[in-house]
């Protein structure tokens, strides 16, 4: 993926231009009461002289890589979906089945609009579909974090019996709410569908980075420390802790590198060198492609927690308790 073995660099008549400029026709602007430019700051120079140059990990080269996760977390969440809905394998045994089945929701449509935010196909698309995409990929995000989160907190809770109203009260706010922290970064995006390149100074990316470093950075160390400071305390178990959380793996570099990203663009934080620059923007590709990977992955963590959690209720299920009559199968005492 992506081409870092040749990066571009400026042509030298360029460089010839801009300094000419900086050394012979400053001073011309400076003088004579033209107080609009005073300073080498007032010059915006184009990305493309500028003196440090990142490869693109991400570019049209890694099509390939994109179809091939799109296609693989489609296929994969609709065959959970499929198992959690139907009574196949004992899955309708497995406790917490409205929450997994959003999880596999969540990673189905993450799956979809990869293909539209791909590079090499993204100048195909539209704007509005470009935006329509970008909303679906962040709010499909938030959401799956938000439903790993309430269900680590109510599932000791709820146990194995939830309660209809609850759950679907729960499910409306909890995509309601993924719904809006996925705005920013729809009213943020330009006619270019690749993430990558929307970064910038604007408030809706600052806003957006924010809210990308709290959802998947900061909620599961929040989680952490709760399920620890309960622990010490001995005030009960805390938030679950299952394999559904390894789901924050792939999402938590994203949001501390694009945080990270968002104060050295507001430069709160300097980069001494241009290979800082050069390894952050590579840092940014290789977050968002590990957070790409996650919608192949969440069938896979689905499948597994359903399968340890009906393993370990299906004997308890099956063996009667001590002292308890025995009901044959037209439920008379033997």
């Not at 609009?36 to 990305?47: F, G, K, M, T, V």
């Not at 049209?60 to 890589?65: C, I, K």
């Amino acid at each position: 993926m992506g081409n870092c073995l040749y990066p571009v660099k400026p042509s030298s008549s360029m460089d010839q231009n801009i300094s000419h400029f900086m050394f012979e026709d400053f001073g011309n602007y400076s003088d004579e009461g033209n107080n609009s430019y005073q300073s080498l700051e007032d010059y915006e120079i184009p990305d493309s002289v500028a003196p440090c140059h990142s490869c693109n990990l991400l570019d049209d080269s890694s099509l390939p890589f994109f179809i091939l996760v799109s296609v693989l977390g489609v296929l994969g969440s609709v065959a959970v979906l499929f198992a959690l809905l139907r009574p196949l394998f004992h899955w309708q045994l497995c406790p917490g089945r409205p929450f997994l089945a959003q999880l596999a929701v969540g990673s189905a449509l993450f799956s979809l609009v990869v293909p539209i935010l791909a590079p090499g196909l993204n100048s195909a698309h539209s704007t509005t579909l470009c935006h329509l995409g970008s909303w679906v990929w962040y709010s499909s995000a938030f959401a799956q974090a938000l439903v790993i989160g309430s269900h680590a907190c109510l599932g000791p809770k709820l146990g194995a019996n939830p309660i209809p109203g609850l759950t679907l009260g729960l499910t409306v706010g909890l995509w309601g709410v993924a719904a809006l922290l996925g705005l920013p970064i729809t009213l943020a995006s330009d006619s270019f569908c690749l993430l990558v390149s929307r970064r910038g100074l604007g408030v809706w990316q600052s806003t957006h980075a924010v809210i990308c470093f709290a959802i998947f950075t900061l909620l599961p160390l929040c989680l952490l420390g709760v399920k620890g400071l309960k622990k010490a305390l001995g005030r009960g178990p805390g938030p679950w802790v299952n394999i559904l959380w390894i789901w924050f793996i792939f999402w938590w570099p994203h949001g501390v590198v694009l945080g990270f990203d968002s104060l050295v663009r507001s430069r709160v934080l300097l980069l001494p060198t241009c290979l800082a620059q050069q390894i952050l923007d590579l840092m940014l590709h290789l977050a968002e492609a590990v957070a790409i990977v996650h919608c192949v992955a969440t069938p896979l963590l689905l499948a597994l927690h359903c399968h340890q959690a009906t393993g370990t209720s299906l004997p308890a299920m099956s063996l009667p308790e001590r002292g308890s009559p025995h009901l044959d199968p037209l439920g008379s005492k033997c």
